[in-house]
């Protein structure tokens, strides 16, 4: 968001198609969307990011290879109790 003298307020969006977490990431987007929307002439009151449509990455399984691995630990570090596996 860019509010400009006078409170004219002019909003741009971006969305990326991937899931991201990297905030050096959100930095560059946020700091290329901001130069190429800044009308440079006018002076700026206010400039906003957000972030949104923001969720939790999916929860991993152990995989097999771990578990022929004996590591017998789960994703959360508790060890794994499972029994009756034929």
Known sequence: KLRYK???TRTHRRSIPVAMDDPAVF???ATRLFATSLERERPVRLVG????DLEDPPTRQ????????GSGQ???GRE??????E
């Open 6 to 8: 006078g409170f004219d």
């Open 27 to 29: 930095k560059s987007l």
């Open 49 to 52: 990011f957000r972030l949104g």
């Open 62 to 69: 152990v995989t097999l290879q771990r578990f022929e691995e």
């Open 74 to 76: 789960s994703v959360h």
């Open 80 to 85: 794994d109790r499972s029994e009756g596996f």
